[in-house]
């Protein structure tokens, strides 16, 4: 991958903050950009007698370039259908369907308020356009990552080059027993589940841009004629950056997720509270309610080879740091995670690592020694 890409990519991150956890990128279709007699950007789920403006979505406001909608089944769900397939490997094909391109759009909004003189806040929404490799496919393990391809539109209607960024992880373990729970203010809890309430389970295991841990929950795979959908147990998770970088007003999401695969594409849907903690990480109060939607439509035609590159140099790298977290949580029953050292975010430490390894020197004995040195100054155990 040519090096302007991969380090306007850095620079990109930097300008908005990061806004690329929620993936703040647009991606829309020619024939679904607004006029000038439509809004621009409208969200149908909100609250009604508000004045017009006071709900207006936060969030990306960029345009992507054209892409072109996928609308015949594709082959990963026929290949979910087949007849005679045990259910661990329906489930299993359900997961690796989630693999491939997509135009992603993200809508949360908070629908009920708890605290006295509340008032709603305005709700998010964000596109883009990502890959999603398939990392791992073993009988009882996938990994998923996700890479945000974006080319921007301008004003003349010019193209950009790509924007490459790495994404979200998701990591898919059968019957997993060890779980690494959220237990607030940044610590993390390591516990063990029985072999019961393991059984027919799939833990999915969510990780940051720069792998550190989101969330972690187990669930059911369920599957029907046309979708095939997983419901998480009740979870909590630190505040994402869409949350964190504008209000501190609570400190943990505690809700459900579920995954929906259908023939085009498939849809994350979220149910959280925002909580607030007392100093022992005890809840003390609901602030609100919250639901989620996130939607990955399948699309064709449309150019990924600067991600597939940015993946094929970076990827040794990510794979260190991969070991090097797995490696922390079996040491440690309890892990706390700092956000910052010294006014830089781990994010930006790890993507200025992986830049540095694609320069011809990548030597992976002293790169892990870089990435356990660089975690030391984020992460501390009990």
Same mark, same amino acid.
């Given at each position: 991958m040519p090096r302007r890409i991969r380090h306007l990519s850095v620079a990109f991150?930097?300008?908005?903050?990061?806004?690329?956890?929620?993936?703040?990128? @647009?991606?829309?279709?020619?024939?679904?950009?607004?006029?000038?007699?439509?809004?621009?950007?409208?969200?149908?789920?909100?609250?009604?007698?508000?004045?017009?403006?006071?709900?207006?979505?936060?969030?990306?406001?960029?345009?992507?370039?054209?892409?072109?909608?996928?609308?015949?089944?594709?082959?990963?769900?026929?290949?979910l259908h087949e007849n005679g397939i045990s259910t661990l490997e329906q489930d299993r094909r359900a997961i690796l369907a989630m693999a491939g391109g997509y135009r992603t759009s993200f809508d949360f909004i908070e629908t009920v308020g708890f605290v006295e003189g509340y008032t709603p806040q305005q709700p998010y929404q964000s596109w883009g356009t990502e890959y999603v490799y398939v990392v791992a496919d073993e009988p009882r393990f996938i990994s998923l990552q996700h890479i945000i391809v974006m080319r921007f539109q301008a004003e003349d209607g010019s193209i950009s080059e790509p924007m490459v960024v790495k994404h979200w992880r998701q990591d898919w373990?059968?019957?997993?027993?060890? +779980?690494?729970?959220?237990?607030?203010?940044?610590?993390?809890?390591?516990?063990?589940?029985?072999?019961?309430? @393991?059984?027919?389970?799939?833990?999915?295991?969510v990780y940051q841009v720069d792998d550190s841990p989101r %969330? +972690?929950?187990?669930?059911?795979?369920?599957?029907?004629?046309?979708?095939?959908?997983?419901?998480?147990?009740?979870?909590?998770?630190?505040?994402?950056?869409?949350?964190?970088?504008?209000?501190?007003? %609570?400190?943990?999401?505690?809700?459900?997720?579920?995954?929906?695969? %259908?023939?085009?594409?498939?849809?994350?849907?979220?149910?959280?509270?925002?909580?607030?903690?007392?100093?022992?990480?005890?809840?003390?109060?609901?602030?609100?309610r919250e639901n989620g939607l996130a939607r990955y439509e399948r699309i064709a035609n449309f150019d990924w080879q600067a991600g597939d590159e940015y993946w094929s140099k970076t990827g040794p790298f990510w794979a260190l740091v991969r070991d090097a977290w797995e490696q922390r949580f079996e040491r440690e029953s309890v892990l706390e995670i700092a956000k910052t050292y010294e006014q830089m975010s781990m994010f930006m430490a790890m993507f200025q690592l992986a830049d540095s390894s694609t320069d011809g020197t990548f030597d992976p004995e002293k790169t892990l020694q870089e990435i356990d040195s660089t975690l030391n100054l984020y992460i501390s155990s009990e």
């Amino acid at each position: 991958m040519p090096r302007r890409i991969r380090h306007l990519s850095v620079a990109f991150i930097i300008a908005v903050g990061c806004w690329v956890t929620a993936a703040v990128l @647009a991606a829309v279709q020619k024939d679904a950009a607004p006029s000038a007699a439509t809004p621009a950007r409208q969200y149908t789920f909100a609250w009604q007698f508000l004045t017009q403006d006071a709900m207006a979505p936060r969030g990306g406001t960029t345009r992507g370039s054209a892409v072109e909608l996928v609308t015949e089944p594709t082959e990963a769900w026929k290949h979910l259908h087949e007849n005679g397939i045990s259910t661990l490997e329906q489930d299993r094909r359900a997961i690796l369907a989630m693999a491939g391109g997509y135009r992603t759009s993200f809508d949360f909004i908070e629908t009920v308020g708890f605290v006295e003189g509340y008032t709603p806040q305005q709700p998010y929404q964000s596109w883009g356009t990502e890959y999603v490799y398939v990392v791992a496919d073993e009988p009882r393990f996938i990994s998923l990552q996700h890479i945000i391809v974006m080319r921007f539109q301008a004003e003349d209607g010019s193209i950009s080059e790509p924007m490459v960024v790495k994404h979200w992880r998701q990591d898919w373990h059968y019957e997993a027993r060890d +779980m690494h729970r959220y237990a607030g203010h940044q610590v993390w809890e390591h516990h063990r589940q029985s072999r019961r309430d @393991a059984k027919g389970r799939w833990r999915q295991a969510v990780y940051q841009v720069d792998d550190s841990p989101r %969330y +972690m929950a187990s669930g059911t795979w369920e599957h029907f004629a046309n979708y095939s959908s997983w419901t998480s147990e009740e979870t909590w998770r630190p505040l994402p950056r869409r949350e964190f970088s504008v209000r501190d007003d %609570y400190h943990v999401l505690i809700g459900t997720n579920r995954h929906t695969i %259908y023939p085009t594409g498939w849809v994350q849907e979220e149910s959280n509270l925002k909580v607030v903690l007392d100093e022992k990480g005890e809840r003390e109060a609901a602030i609100a309610r919250e639901n989620g939607l996130a939607r990955y439509e399948r699309i064709a035609n449309f150019d990924w080879q600067a991600g597939d590159e940015y993946w094929s140099k970076t990827g040794p790298f990510w794979a260190l740091v991969r070991d090097a977290w797995e490696q922390r949580f079996e040491r440690e029953s309890v892990l706390e995670i700092a956000k910052t050292y010294e006014q830089m975010s781990m994010f930006m430490a790890m993507f200025q690592l992986a830049d540095s390894s694609t320069d011809g020197t990548f030597d992976p004995e002293k790169t892990l020694q870089e990435i356990d040195s660089t975690l030391n100054l984020y992460i501390s155990s009990e």
